[in-house]
């Protein structure tokens, strides 16, 4: 997503929604890495708690349903959904809705998390009953992991109390649910076969961002973009290296990223022509030096020669 929003045509007409994407998902990677401090003080138990992130498990043929973190013990499940929001949030479970406040910002209504929450359980039981697994009472939490966001509740208190915490209260929490279910549930047997389902059946999203966008090669900014002021004016090679004309920067590798970018979004291969028009350059054997200066692998074929970047 990164690597999309840097090289989308601003008057794309699904740019924003690149550009809010790419803030969902940094948002969500910087909340799981606060999470996993959090998680390393987990309480002991013997077995310890088995840890999934991002498990992704079919739903039906044709659908897939995904939790930010599982937590499996032979007594009971977690699910831990993970909310990096910022500003005044104001749960209203009765609308299904968080309104969230930020400063300068209009107020925004957000999914109700503890619903989704809900709904991943429910898929969660099916899943397990599908695979003639021995059902176990599940748990389920929405972990707040911005330490500067403030909760507040506009209805059914009770309902947010018990599934909204924030990151610092999850140990507490945890050594609760293992009060209150003190009897084993899973045999070992049991407990491995869970486990390893949950390996098995875990299946990554294989969408691409260029296919969710509707994006096409042309709609990408061609060009190397200098890396000290990150205009999108491209660089220009000149006597072996390329010079930003915006800010006078000179480098000799700045065309690494761009090709990154390109293996990215376009084709982890590319010739020498395709490269001359990404990189803007006239000569053949300019981009030649520079394809293989990057360390990147050939292939000859009856097409030609297609080289393999490295990422």
Known sequence: MKALTRRARKDHWRYQDIVREHGIKQAGYKGEQSLDYYMD??????????????????????SFFQMDNTLLHPNFMLILEV???????????????????????????????????????????????????????????????????????DSLHGLVE????????????????????????????????????????????????????????????PGVFCQRCITTSPMTWHHGKWLCKHCSFVSATAHLPALEDYALLISPTINNKELRRYLLLDKPHTARRIIQSSGADYINSTQGTFYTIKI
């Open 41 to 62: 003080f987990l309480p002991k138990t013997n077995p310890p708690f088995s840890i999934f992130q991002d498990l992704r498990l079919p739903h039906t043929k044709e």
């Open 83 to 153: 909310k990096n929001y910022k500003g005044t949030l104001s749960f209203d479970p009765k609308f299904q809705q968080v309104i969230q406040e930020v400063e300068n910002n209009p107020l925004l209504s957000l999914p109700d998390p503890i619903l989704q929450v809900k709904m991943q359980e429910m898929k969660l039981i099916q899943w397990m009953k599908s695979k003639n697994l021995p059902l176990l009472p599940i748990e389920r939490l929405i972990v707040m992991v911005n330490p500067k966001a403030v909760i507040k509740v």
């Open 162 to 221: 018990r599934h909204v915490i924030k990151a610092p209260a999850l140990h507490d929490r945890i050594q609760n649910y293992l009060k209150k279910y003190p009897d084993q549930i899973l045999s070992k047997k049991d407990y491995k076969r869970i486990s390893s389902l949950f390996i098995k059946e875990d299946t990554p999203s294989e969408t691409s961002p260029i296919i969710q966008f509707g994006i096409i090669p042309s709609d990408i900014i």
